[in-house]
């Protein structure tokens, strides 16, 4: 017998006491949060951060951002336990409506190689008011210019539209970020993937 | 491990739908592009059953401050299993909503309708081993929005599921039986599909009702199922 999936419904504007209730001061714990990587994780401690823009080109600030990830040595850590012994989630969720700016932020690590012919990078997903369906990417470093070249997925992407997937590295006082934006809409739209 | 079935666009709204105003900017304009499904969305995260806390089921009592919420308390119960109709344990829901006057505890919300000081509205529980979950709570009032003249959401309860991989991953909101305002909604709506959007309305079950205490409502949901074959890489 087959079932037909539930269909997706937007997460509208009012998730943030439900699922990310601490990072917004809500009295309520949250499951997942923008921490990825504890300070005792293996690897590169990094932080990813960026903004959400709209077809007008405006910052979206209801928007909630989740990542999942490999450790340093491109492992998913799928077991609870592990997370609680190594400090490495490889989940983080991040809503834009905290920061002056509407960023989100992940502090973690940066992922290894997951397989070979593969470049390291984050798998994302895009949920705010305004999609009734999430929608999925990913995020590649741009210090792996060699990798990346020989990554199936992101060679599968139009070449003028690579750009979109990568993050910079910026060397910051407090430590290594990788910025980048997530466009909905226009000549510098996001490379979404239908996973 | 095998990998996931592709999502079925048929059962779900297009990105942009024209109807449900704020998707005619925030919705991606092009198509996605199609990839193989591999290690990394076949992997997902696994929570531990300590994420969840004795009250978290139940958003009758974890928000309480000085008495009982207001409302019409309710319990819903459902199973969670995939296109092949395989139960998913041990997989978090969480779920989010307004009160019974349909005014939600965001601070963003400006409807005029009261605030309970002893209903927050947010929580979660895990499936058992059967894939079945259950939570306590206050049926949500409807609530006005800004849409179109006289737009009102039906009652819903907003989900959460992670599944068993991140390409299950699903947001969605649960509806009630015979409520007037489901014909009248986008969001409910934009799933073109009837029959695929009629399994975003629970059912009343007079079976899960507890006497003299809580009307029943089930709601099972199914997310994507495995391709047969194990993966290539």
Not at chain 2, 157 to 170: D, E, K, M, Q, V
């Amino acid at each position: 017998m087959s079932y037909g999936e539930t269909p997706s419904q937007t997460v509208g504007p009012y998730f943030a006491y439900g699922l990310t209730a601490q990072q917004y001061g809500y009295d309520f714990t949250d499951v997942v949060d923008p921490v990825v990587a504890g300070p005792d994780a293996d690897g590169e401690h990094i932080r990813i951060t960026g903004q959400v823009f709209d077809g007008n080109n405006d910052p979206v600030n209801d928007a909630m951002i989740e990542i999942w990830q490999a450790d340093a040595n491109g492992t998913y850590a799928e077991n609870p336990v592990d997370v609680a012994s190594t400090g490495f989630r490889g989940l983080g969720r991040c809503g834009t409506g905290t920061d002056a700016q509407n960023r989100f932020y992940f502090d973690t690590v940066k992922p290894g190689v997951v397989a070979d012919g593969a470049a390291p990078f984050v798998n994302v997903i895009v949920f705010m008011r305004g999609m009734l369906v999430h929608a999925f990417t990913r995020f590649y470093f741009a210090d792996e210019a060699e990798l990346n070249a020989r990554d199936d997925i992101l060679q599968s992407v139009p070449a003028d539209r690579r750009d979109t997937l990568i993050a910079k590295r910026v060397e910051t006082r407090t430590g290594v970020e990788y910025r980048i934006d997530i466009h909905m809409q226009g000549d510098a739209e996001t490379v979404f993937f239908d996973v | 491990m095998s990998t996931f079935k592709p999502r079925d666009w048929g059962s779900h709204a297009p990105f942009i739908a024209p109807g449900y105003k704020s998707t005619l900017l925030r919705g991606p304009s092009r198509l996605p592009l199609a990839i193989k499904s591999g290690l990394t969305e076949g992997t997902g995260p696994r929570f531990a059953p300590a994420s969840v806390r004795k009250l978290d089921f139940d958003l009758t009592k974890n928000g309480v401050t000085n008495g009982e919420p207001l409302g019409e308390r309710i319990v819903v119960h459902g199973k969670v299993m995939d296109t092949d109709g395989r139960p998913q344990p041990n997989i978090l829901v969480e779920v989010w909503q307004a009160n019974a006057a349909g005014r939600y505890v965001h601070k963003v919300d400006q409807h005029n309708a009261p605030l309970d000081p002893n209903f927050r509205g947010s929580g979660r529980c895990m499936t058992d081993a059967d894939g079945n979950y259950m939570f306590y709570t206050i049926k949500p009032g409807a609530y006005p929005w800004g849409n179109h003249f006289n737009a009102w959401r039906p009652n819903h309860i907003h989900l959460s599921l992670f599944g068993p991989g991140f390409a299950t991953r699903l947001v969605t909101q649960m509806y009630f039986p015979g409520d007037p305002l489901l014909e009248l909604d986008p969001i409910f709506l934009e799933t073109q599909d009837p029959v695929a959007r009629e399994r975003l309305i629970s059912k009343f079950s007079i079976e899960k009702t507890e006497e003299g205490f809580a009307l029943g409502y089930q709601f099972d949901i199914v997310l994507r199922g495995r391709n047969a074959t194990p993966m290539e890489d």
